[in-house]
């Protein structure tokens, strides 16, 4: 009995969780599509970059990437990170 109450309580806690990151998922989506560039930008999916490494959003595109061997380009100190050279281009014309 004791068993199945604590199944139930670790089961609200994975599906509170899981709401947390859903909510923060499309709340991070919808400032993208948002961006200065007012287009769409692809969503970041699981299995494009390396895990494990900490991740930058691409001012372009919104793309997130991961900061070890992506292209990033040092502006007024802050260094920014590209998913591509087509973004990097489009960010030093801009
Ligand atoms: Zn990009």
């Known amino acids: 009995m004791l068993r199945a109450i604590v199944d139930f309580v670790l089961m609200m806690i994975v599906f509170a969780m899981l709401r ?11 400032g993208a599509a948002a961006g200065p560039m007012n287009r769409p930008a692809p969503a ?33 100190g802050i ?5 591509s050279q087509t973004c990097l281009d489009r960010f030093r014309a801009a």
Request: net charge positive; proline share 8%; charged share 20%.
């Open 79 to 83: 260094t920014q990170y590209f998913c």
């Open 20 to 30: 947390t990151i859903i909510s923060a998922v499309s709340r991070a989506v919808g």
């Open 44 to 76: 970041p999916r699981r299995g494009d970059f390396p895990t494990g490494g900490e991740l930058k959003r691409d001012p372009v595109c919104g793309t997130f990437v991961p900061v070890s061997g992506s292209l990033h380009k040092n502006v007024n």
